[in-house]
């Protein structure tokens, strides 16, 4: 069983920085992309920033310049540091991440993953 456990999110002013991390657990063999969606209220989900396992990143281009996401690989972890932070980032943020698992090699399977999701509001 795999599972993404989310940490960080909370109240913050506007101006304000928060990370949030995102840590995988169970019988991983390898983690390709991750990345982070948020979901507003009464707006559609979007993607946040995503980075490979070879560290390529993209980012929304409302966060550009403000957000940073990194992973550690060897802790299964995948961050995300916002800083200089707006109302409109005012949203719930799921990690998301692609993960080779299984009780071994040969019977593994890829799936995608979700996090339960951590609530950010910005505001003063």
């Known amino acids: 069983q795999v599972q993404l456990v989310e940490l960080g999110g909370g109240l913050v002013q506007p101006g304000g920085s928060l990370r949030l991390s995102c840590a995988a657990s169970?019988?991983?063999?390898?983690?390709?992309?991750m990345g982070w969606y948020r979901q507003a209220p009464g707006k559609q989900g979007e993607l946040v920033a995503a980075?490979?396992?070879?560290?390529?990143?993209n980012y929304a281009d409302s966060v550009k310049g403000r957000f940073t996401i990194s992973r550690d690989n060897a802790k299964n972890t995948v961050y995300l540091q916002k800083n200089s932070l707006k109302p409109e980032d005012t949203a719930v943020y799921y990690c998301?991440?692609?993960?080779?698992?299984?009780?071994?090699?040969?019977?593994?399977?890829?799936?995608?993953?979700w996090g339960q999701g951590t609530q950010v509001t910005v505001s003063s």
């Open positions: 169970g019988c991983i063999f390898s983690i390709n992309a």
């Open positions: 980075i490979t396992s070879g560290g390529s990143t």
């Open positions: 998301n991440a692609d993960i080779k698992y299984g009780s071994s090699w040969f019977n593994a399977k890829t799936e995608d993953y």
